[in-house]
């Protein structure tokens, strides 16, 4: 795991670095001008969060079913990529409301208001995981699928409900200059969110091992 | 002390991102008479924004790795320490 971890933060940081110059090369979009190029790392943010989210309720239900720590630490380490990178979609999207709708944020809409709520379960996840005492695990992991189920709500949420934030349609119709940047934004994503799970799976494996040994220790 | 570090950079990097957002915000805030002859369309300025929506992108996947990679090496560090003190046995009074 520790072999995989630095090879793979040195690809993402190689992505990371090129795609500045692919983002400033593709077209202006034709209403919203210079403030539509946030797009490119919006979205993979978004699509990186409901990835996490995923990760993080298949592995709470794996660790309710058959109480495996590893899935319990996945789970943790899924939870906490969940709220950083949802923390990125809710900071870089009303920059890019305040410009395209006039407004920083508007709580008429589904989809904002879902997004929040889902980011609020995975913050609350992390606190009942910190300050929840024994046993928070298992409430930790139930609070884990909740999130997780609120997620087709929350991507459908465009579609289904009157809503000022673009449908999933955008994604699919985008033009081969815009698709190419976007695709290689998610990529660039992904192999940055595989690694940081390796990463904190990791930690959460050694600390406890490190409350184990402690407890040995003692004995 | 060392608990608290991680908190000192967050809030840090909380405080630059809310004074990157206010200048953003209260720079719109302010009435300006349209002078004859301006098109007057582009009332606010999507630089600042994309500007500060990247560099918080950027200064958050940073500091997190940078954060995640000490929290770890302390770790290992202790794991290191407590099973050596295992290994060598406990001590006698």
Redesign the interface.
């Known amino acids: 795991m520790t072999r995989v971890v630095p090879f793979l933060l040195v690809i993402a940081a190689l992505m990371f670095m090129r795609a500045p110059f692919m983002i400033d090369a593709a077209p202006y979009e034709s209403t919203m001008g210079l403030v539509q190029k946030i797009f490119y790392f919006h979205v993979p943010a978004a699509i990186t969060t409901f990835l996490s989210v995923f990760v993080c309720g298949i592995a709470s239900a794996i660790f309710l079913v058959r109480r495996k720590r590893m899935a319990d630490h996945v789970a943790v380490a899924a939870a906490e990529l969940a709220v950083l990178f949802g923390l990125m979609v809710i900071v870089t999207g009303p920059l890019w409301a305040r410009k395209a709708w006039g407004v920083w944020w508007t709580w008429g809409d589904a989809r904002l208001v879902m997004t929040f709520v889902m980011w609020m379960v995975f913050v609350a996840y992390l606190l009942l995981r910190k300050f929840g005492g024994p046993g928070s695990e298992v409430l930790a992991a139930a609070a884990g699928i909740f999130g997780m189920v609120l997620v087709p709500f929350v991507y459908w949420s465009v579609n289904y409900w009157r809503t000022v934030h673009p449908s999933t349609d955008v994604i699919r119709t985008l033009p081969p200059e815009m698709s190419s940047v976007l695709s290689w934004c998610i990529y660039s994503f992904f192999v940055l969110y595989a690694a940081l799970l390796l990463l904190r799976t990791q930690l959460e494996s050694h600390r406890a091992s490190l409350d184990e040994a402690f407890l040995a220790l003692e004995d | 002390m060392r608990t608290r570090r991680p908190l000192v950079w967050l809030a840090l990097l909380t405080l630059v ?1 809310l004074a990157g ?1 206010s200048a ?2 209260f720079q ?1 805030d302010t009435f300006k008479p349209l002078k004859p002859g301006d098109p007057g369309q582009e009332t ?1 300025p ?2 600042p ?2 500007f ?3 560099a ?3 200064t ?2 940073l500091g ?2 940078f954060l ?2 000490r ?2 090496g302390r ?2 560090r ?2 290191a320490e ?2 050596a ?2 290994r060598t046995g406990p001590r006698t009074p």
Request: proline share 0%; glycine share 0%; charged share 15%.
């Open positions: 991102v957002v953003v915000a719109d606010l999507a630089t924004l994309v500060v929506a990247y918080f992108v950027w958050l996947l997190y790795v995640l990679w929290k770890l770790v290992e202790e794991l407590v099973n003190r295992l």
